[in-house]
C-alpha cells in the first residue's frame, strides 16, 4: 500500500482506521492485530455485558457505538457477526445509508464469499472475505495465535493485493478460496475443528466413567502424536481395532457403550464405519478380515453397511447461536458471543472451540 493517499481504490493509505460491527471473540482480537501493525481503532459496537468487557480489554479507550457510527468513523470496518445474521446486517445498512464509497467492508464468516456483500458493495464499499482459521477464547491470547494462522481469503481480482496485506499484517497467511468452494471449505473445517472438541470431549466423559482420574493428561501426548501423524501421514496414520479388523473389540465397545453411555453409540458407529471404508480404500483393512467387523457395524442398527455407498453427508457448518444474534433489518446491533463453527460450552465468555463462521 502507499504511504500517500492514492486515488485508486486498491492502493488505499497504508494506516486506516478500523471499525468493528459485532464485539464477539473474533472482532475485536483482529482489530487488536491491525492496530499492532499500525491502523487505528476508532469504534466498536456491542450489546451484551461480555460484548463490552471485551472490547474493553482487546480494545481500551476505544469508543463503544451503533453499527452505523462504526461505518461513519472507520475507512476499514470488520462485520465479525454470526452467518445467519450476517446479510441482514449488510442490507440493512446499504439501506440507511450507512456505507460510505470506498470503504472497506470486511466479514469473517467461513461459509461466505463476498456475494453476501453486494448491497454494500453496489452503495460502493471494497468487498473482502478474510476467515481465520483459528479457534478464539475472546481474550488477548487470541492475537498471539493469529501469528501464522491460515485466512480464508476470497476477494474481488482488484482487491487481491489488499486482502493480502491485511491478512499478513495480522500475522496470518493468506489462503485464496473461490466463492464457489466457501461452504465447502467452511464443512471441512468444521469436521477437523468442531467436531474434534466434541470427540475429545466425549472421550474425557468416558474415561472418568471408567475411572481414569486424569482423562486430559492421558489424552495429550495420544491426540497430540495422532494429530501430527495424521497431518504428516493422512490414512496411513490410522491405527486401532477398525484399522486392524479387530470386529470382537469394536463388539464390545459398541456394548459397553450402550451400557454406559447410550447417547455416544451413534457417533462410534458412524466413525466406525467411515473409518473402515477409508482403511478399506487405502490396503489398511485387508478384505477377508473385513467383513466380520462390516458385521457387527451393520448388526449396531445404525444405518447401512460400510462400503455400501460413498459418503455424502455433509455437517452442519453454520455453528452454535452466540449470546447476542443481529435481526434483520436496518442497521442492526449483532454480536457473537458462541463459538465460531461449532459445538462448544455454553455461556457467553466459554472459549470459542472451533473455525467454523456460525458465532464471531
Known amino acids: 500500500m502507499n504511504a500517500m493517499p492514492p486515488t485508486e481504490a486498491q492502493d488505499r493509505p497504508a494506516r486506516l482506521t478500523v471499525g468493528v460491527v459485532g464485539a464477539g471473540r473474533v472482532g475485536p482480537a483482529l482489530a487488536a492485530s491491525l492496530q499492532l501493525a499500525g491502523h487505528r481503532p476508532v469504534a466498536v459496537s456491542g450489546v451484551s455485558d461480555a460484548s463490552v468487557r471485551r472490547a474493553a480489554a482487546l480494545l481500551p479507550d476505544v469508543p463503544l457505538v451503533t453499527p452505523a457510527e462504526v461505518l461513519a468513523r472507520a475507512d476499514l ?100 478460496i473461490a466463492e464457489s468452494a466457501r461452504p465447502l471449505y467452511h464443512a471441512a473445517l468444521a469436521i477437523g475443528a468442531n467436531h474434534l472438541v466434541t470427540l475429545v470431549a466425549q472421550s474425557m466423559d468416558l474415561l472418568r466413567d471408567a475411572g481414569v482420574q486424569a482423562p486430559d493428561r492421558m489424552l495429550g501426548p495420544l491426540l497430540g502424536a495422532a494429530l501430527d501423524n495424521a497431518l ?56 477377508e478380515l473385513a467383513e466380520d467387523l462390516l458385521e457387527v457395524l451393520a448388526d449396531s ?49 466459554a472459549p470459542d472451540p472451533g473455525p467454523e463462521g456460525g458465532d464471531r
Open 77 to 176: 470496518v470488520l462485520l465479525t457477526v454470526p452467518d445467519d445474521a450476517l446479510a441482514g446486517l449488510v442490507s440493512g445498512l446499504a439501506e440507511t445509508g450507512a456505507v460510505r464509497p470506498g470503504q472497506l467492508l470486511v466479514h469473517t464468516s467461513g461459509r461466505f464469499g463476498t456475494a453476501v456483500l453486494d448491497p454494500a458493495t453496489r452503495a460502493g464499499a471494497l468487498p473482502l472475505a478474510l476467515h481465520p482459521a483459528m479457534t478464539f477464547t475472546g481474550t488477548s491470547v487470541d492475537v498471539q495465535r493469529l501469528a501464522g494462522c491460515s485466512f480464508g481469503v476470497t476477494s474481488p481480482d482488484e482487491l487481491r493485493m489488499a486482502a493480502e496485506a491485511l491478512v499478513i499484517e495480522m500475522g496470518g497467511e493468506p489462503e485464496w
Open 301 to 349: 442398527g445404525d444405518g447401512p453397511r460400510p462400503g455400501s455407498a460413498p459418503s455424502t453427508s455433509a455437517p452442519d457448518a453454520s455453528g452454535t447461536p452466540g449470546e447476542d444474534r443481529a435481526a434483520p433489518g436496518p442497521a442492526p446491533e449483532a454480536d457473537a458471543e458462541g463459538p465460531d463453527h461449532g459445538p462448544g460450552p455454553d455461556g457467553p465468555d
Open 232 to 287: 504428516r501421514s493422512g490414512d496411513a496414520a490410522l491405527t486401532g481395532p477398525v484399522a486392524r479388523g479387530d470386529a470382537g473389540t469394536v463388539a464390545a465397545h459398541i456394548a459397553e457403550l450402550r451400557r454406559h453411555a447410550p447417547q455416544s453409540v451413534a457417533g462410534y458407529v458412524a466413525m466406525a464405519r467411515t473409518t473402515a471404508d477409508r482403511a478399506l480404500d487405502h490396503g489398511l483393512l485387508k478384505p
